[in-house]
């Protein structure tokens, strides 16, 4: 499982070294697409083909089905994992989530998302307005009596 938050350096070339308590629980081969926020997602290969199972099962009539696909399935790299823990991450990606010389990887259980240490700044002013989320949430069950099913 991937979880947390980790701050990483990216280099100009676009290397990233993943933290070791992170690289334990990461195949050595990996895909990186757009997320759908200004982030990217990284995804071992059983939870990239899920997600692409989800996505390729929608209408390619329906306009929005087909922009997400371009989005999620358009922009995917498949890459390996080098010298035990440095990611190459595709230029075009890095400059969707904003990542220049660092880069904060937030743990999904799944999959972790990629991004730039200003669009996290912002997504987390959002994430943490406590007002908002005594109402934001208010919707999903996540009783404990429900977590288990």
């Known amino acids: 499982m991937l979880f947390g938050r980790h701050d990483c350096k990216i280099s100009k070339s676009g290397e990233l070294e993943l933290p070791d308590l992170l690289r334990k629980n990461i195949p050595s081969h990996v895909y990186l697409t757009c997320g759908i926020e200004e982030c990217v997602f990284l995804l071992p290969p059983a939870s ?3 997600l ?3 996505i390729s099962a929608n209408n390619t009539a329906d306009i929005n089905a087909r922009m997400l696909r371009r989005l999620i399935i358009g922009s995917a790299h498949m890459t390996e994992i080098v010298r035990s823990n440095i990611l190459s ?3 075009g990606l890095l400059k969707h989530a904003g990542v220049d ?4 990887l937030i743990g999904q259980g799944e999959y972790l998302e990629i991004w730039g240490v200003a669009q996290w700044s912002r997504q987390s002013e959002m994430l943490f ?5 005594s109402t934001r949430f208010i919707g999903l069950d996540l009783s404990f009596e429900n977590l288990s099913r």
Not at 101 to 104: M, Q
């Open 48 to 50: 990239f083909e899920m």
């Open 52 to 54: 692409y199972r989800k």
């Open 89 to 91: 991450v595709p230029e």
């Open 101 to 104: 010389e660092s880069a904060v």
């Open 129 to 133: 307005d406590h007002e908002i989320n």
